[in-house]
């Protein structure tokens, strides 16, 4: 048999307990090298390292 509840549960109780499940978290920011604030453990075209390694192709700077 499958587990049943020994009482009904009212819908104040079951409203308190769901009141908190859609809340918004905030997002977790880093600064990274440039000062820019971006989340963790993201690779951007301004930094493209993670960890040390090169993830990112950029572009060359040309030498006249």
Excluded: C, D, I
């Excluded at 819908?11 to 963790?40: D, E, F, I, N, Y």
């Amino acid at each position: 048999m499958a587990a049943a509840p020994k009482r009904k549960m009212s819908s104040s109780r079951k409203g308190r307990r769901l009141a908190h499940q859609w809340k918004a978290k905030l997002a977790q920011l880093t600064k990274s090298p440039s000062g820019k604030l971006v989340m963790p453990h993201m690779v951007t075209p301004e930094n493209p390292f993670y960890k040390g390694v090169k993830f990112l192709r950029t572009k060359a700077k040309r030498v006249k």
